[in-house]
């Protein structure tokens, strides 16, 4: 009786060490896996997007910017004069209101972009993922880079911080020194573009009223910050 009591407790300890020496899964993180919850629920928004898509194909595009309402705003927003004396004849708009990483990913995953053969991603996405951690909007800011490169092969990005805002500052400053490593000065390239928008009382020089989207002299400093790059990033 002894010895089979023993072979029992031999057997269970086997069993128990399988079990724990097994690979343990870890779940995806929200902010890294494609949702079209701020796409497919808006028949709006599909239009408005299919418009402005089938609008663009025909005309060259060595760019593309990739992001939420800050990057959209760049064709009808404040940022729309700027837009238009920049990059109008060179560049993809394909930021949406709302999005947040989760979101962008989808919208790379899914929308026909096969017209476009652009050279750089300009990307500015994850304020609007506030309520996640700064190292899970981190990850959701790396998997929107893997996206763009899967979509594009042999394309260039220009990574940008995510600008200061009365929603999270604190939060979004860390996650930029998150993102500051990813930069290898080769396929990606990061532009510390949150460093231009002084705190300016209540608010940051460059944002608009909401303390969140940009003014036309946040745009201006954009597009000023970007094209010195650029020819950096174009030349690799």
């Known amino acids: ?16 060490a399988q079990v724990s020496s097994a690979p343990v899964s870890t779940p995806a993180k929200a902010t ?3 949702s079209d919850q701020n796409y497919y629920p808006r028949i709006n928004y599909q239009i408005y997007f299919n418009d402005y898509i089938t ?12 992001g939420d309402s800050i990057t959209e705003q760049w064709r009808w ?24 990483t989760q979101h962008t990913i989808w919208r790379l995953e899914n929308i026909d972009l096969s017209a476009f053969s652009p050279k750089a991603a300009v990307i500015l ?34 990574l940008l911080s995510i600008l200061p805002n009365a929603r999270a500052t604190e939060k979004m400053a860390t996650v930029n020194g998150l993102l500051v490593p990813l ?28 303390k969140l989207h940009l003014s036309a002299e946040g745009y201006e400093v954009w597009a000023s910050e970007l094209e010195a790059i650029l020819p950096t990033v174009l030349a690799k």
């Open 1 to 16: 009786m002894k010895r089979l009591f023993l072979s029992a407790l031999l057997v269970a300890s086997f069993c128990n």
């Open 125 to 158: 996405i994850g304020t609007n993922n506030q309520n996640d951690t700064p190292e899970d909007i981190a990850d959701g800011v790396k998997a929107v880079i893997a996206a763009t490169q899967k979509k594009f092969t042999g394309i260039k990005v220009v």
């Open 55 to 66: 609008l663009r194909k025909n005309r060259p595009a060595d760019l593309i910017f990739i």
């Open 77 to 100: 927003g404040a940022g729309s004069p700027v837009w238009k004396q920049h990059f109008e004849e060179r560049a993809i708009d394909f930021g949406l209101g709302s999005d947040k």
């Open 32 to 34: 890294t896996v494609a």
């Open 183 to 210: 930069a290898d000065q080769k396929d990606i390239f990061y532009l510390n573009l949150a460093e231009k928008f002084p705190a300016a009382g209540d608010n940051w020089k460059g944002l608009s009223k909401d």
